[in-house]
């Protein structure tokens, strides 16, 4: 926990807000016994009681409340998030997803939100070098793994070859896939390096190290969806880079 | 999304033990599925184990060629592991076929198995009508917007079909689910793992709601010379399938000497038609048998309003996945 909370520019809110006392445990909830009824089973209860069977209903009810109470409180946890090369801890609700905490809590507002719902690609970043969508990882199920983000991918002024690729191949339009888009081709070319398989490769046959041929990014890439439809460019910035890559 | 606590487990008795206690909680793996449902509030664990951390993440081979895969193993992984790519290319090819790279990164093997449903209603809650949310409701589907859903295996109270290609490969490959529950472990055959629906929808698997997938075990491979996946869908990548097919043969010359044949996004489960298989065994590997054991593996297809263009959909796809099978196209 090298960095403070206060740190953190995007936390005031979190900072401000006070602690819950024990929140956490699950000791804190009923007896197990009691706490195992789900809604469902609930309902049932519920529909034997007014066939006229009347026994247990009260303590079903307890349970169903103490449920329905552990359903609603604020759930907060403390994590350590190591993101481009730099431990950043902070305390978020368990529900907040790695893209909301690198945007909403850590002022890393580079990678977007599309769908949020892991369908566009526009929140790809790099999890111990892994292209994974962020909408759909917890930031607690990150913790003690290397993130990388499209800021982390230039070494100072001088840009990854992808980042330079795209600019010279001008693979974007708006430009709000883009840094998921590059993400994304960053490992890609590792993935294809170390002699990953796609679809396209069992269609064509090319089942030992495949050429990334034009059909085989794009293919690669369908994870990551551009509205502009500037594809034709992304197609021909990653085929530059993979190029520059074997070079 | 519903609040819920988050806990690491160490080890697959503390994972058990804790939804054991609580039937609120669940696992979560790659969380690709639960965490999108979740937003949806189709799901609401008021606790998630992630077990991400358990050590079941290996791909390792017996003497005899049984291949264990652990459940913790990533789509990615197994698809491109050389074990599977050399013996069993159908599940590579199967897996690969499914979503985006960046999804096959985090669904797990485990996770891909206990996938729910692409049924659009079962999807939205603003539908309080679903059998497998809410039983007892009834089905929303059937008189709503029924593409994708079944022609097979189907029931009055639910249409919806499995989404997984994965799935489909591994009844294929005719695959075990190893399991541990509170009282120990026991073995599932992939082919009875997915329950058809009945009277019963929201009950899709064999596992009980307290026991943990360990692992998935493969006999040794019979089909890694002569097996394809094909998967028919409206856009040529990631997109879920309208018909897709598993199929492994053995050949001795041009004769069949075994098969395995199996349609996925038709039915409930991966729907390994017998009859079409046996029709197979001991014929000539020609276009005639093909269409013959093609006509034979959607016998008994009940269409709804919107799907009856997946019969002959599935017919011709079985016809050619088995040519394309028969020649041999991933040497």
Redesign the interface.
């Given at each position: 926990m090298s960095t403070s909370l206060s740190d953190l520019s995007a936390s005031e809110e979190l900072s401000n807000r006070e602690q819950p006392e024990g929140h956490?445990p699950?000791d804190a909830?009923p007896e197990?016994s009691d706490?195992?009824?789900?809604r469902?089973t609930f309902v049932k209860g519920a529909g034997i009681l007014s066939a006229g069977v009347a026994s247990g209903l009260p303590r079903i009810a307890a349970a169903e409340k103490a449920?329905v109470s552990?359903?609603?409180?604020?759930?907060t946890?403390a994590l350590t998030l190591k993101i481009n090369g730099k431990q950043q801890a902070l305390t978020i609700?368990?529900?907040t997803?790695l893209l909301d905490a690198l945007r909403e809590y850590l002022s890393l507002t580079g990678t977007k939100k599309g769908c949020?719902?892991?369908q566009c690609?526009a929140c790809?970043v790099l999890v111990d070098g892994?292209?994974?969508?962020s909408c759909?990882?917890?930031a607690?199920?990150a913790q003690g793994s290397e993130i990388t983000t499209i800021e982390g991918l230039a070494h100072g002024d001088e840009l990854h070859p992808v980042q330079a690729a795209f600019l010279e191949h001008d693979g974007f339009q708006c430009g709000y896939c883009t840094p998921g888009q590059i993400c994304?081709a960053v490992?890609?070319l590792e993935?294809h390096r170390r002699?990953?398989?796609?679809?396209v490769?069992?269609q064509t046959?090319q089942?030992t190290t495949p050429q990334l041929t034009d059909n085989e990014i794009?293919?690669?890439m369908?994870?990551?969806i551009c509205r502009c439809a500037a594809y034709p460019n992304i197609v021909a910035a990653v085929r530059a880079a993979a190029q520059g890559a074997r070079s | 999304?519903?609040?819920?606590?988050?806990?690491r487990a160490a080890a697959p008795e503390e994972a058990i033990h804790?939804v054991t206690?609580?039937?609120?909680a669940k696992f979560?793996a790659g969380?690709?599925n639960l965490?999108?449902l979740m937003?949806s509030n189709v799901e609401?664990p008021?606790?998630?184990i992630?077990i991400?951390h358990l050590s079941f993440t290996q791909i390792t081979s017996a003497p005899d060629g049984t291949t264990a895969i652990g459940a913790g193993v990533r789509n990615?992984d197994l698809?491109?592991h050389q074990t599977i790519?050399t013996n069993y290319?159908l599940l590579?090819?199967a897996i690969?076929?499914g979503?985006?790279?960046?999804?096959r990164?985090?669904a797990t093997t485990g996770g891909n198995l206990m996938q729910r449903t692409r049924c659009y209603y079962f999807n939205d809650t603003a539908y309080s009508v679903c059998n497998k949310r809410n039983?007892g409701s009834g089905c929303s589907a059937q008189i709503g917007f029924n593409r994708i859903h079944s022609i097979l295996g189907a029931s009055g109270s639910c249409i919806a079909s499995n989404p997984s290609d994965m799935n489909v490969a591994l009844a294929a490959l005719n695959a075990t689910i190893h399991v541990q529950g509170p009282k120990g472990k026991r073995s599932i055959a992939m082919r009875d793992f997915h329950l058809l629906p009945g009277a019963t929808p929201?009950i899709e698997t064999a596992l009980k709601p307290d026991e943990l997938i360990l692992s998935v075990e493969l006999p040794p491979s019979k089909f890694a010379l002569h097996s394809y996946?094909l998967?028919v869908r409206d856009r040529?990548?990631?997109s879920f399938a309208l018909v897709s097919v598993a199929t492994g043969l053995e050949l001795d010359g041009t004769t069949i000497k075994s098969v395995a044949l199996v349609l996925g996004a038709v039915a409930p489960k991966p729907w390994r038609s017998a009859e079409a298989e046996k029709a197979l065994v001991g014929a000539p590997a020609t276009a005639d048998t093909f269409r013959k054991a093609a006509d034979l593996a959607v016998t008994g297809a009940k269409p709804q309003k919107y799907n009856a263009f997946k019969i002959e959909l599935a017919k011709t796809s079985i016809v050619r996945a088995l040519t394309l099978a028969a020649q041999g196209?991933?040497?």
């Open positions: 956490a699950c909830l197990a706490a195992v009824f789900s469902r449920r552990a359903a609603t409180a604020p759930q946890i609700d368990t529900r997803t949020d719902h892991g690609g790809t892994r292209r994974v969508n759909l990882t917890l607690a199920v994304s490992a890609l993935e002699g990953d398989l796609s679809q490769s069992f046959g089942t794009r293919e690669r369908s994870g990551n | 999304m519903n609040p819920f606590q988050y806990q804790a206690t609580n039937r609120a979560l969380g690709t965490i999108d937003k609401h008021t606790t998630l992630d991400n990615t698809a491109n790519r290319p590579s090819q690969l076929s979503a985006s790279a960046q999804l990164n985090m039983p929201h996946y998967k040529q990548s990631y196209a991933q040497a």
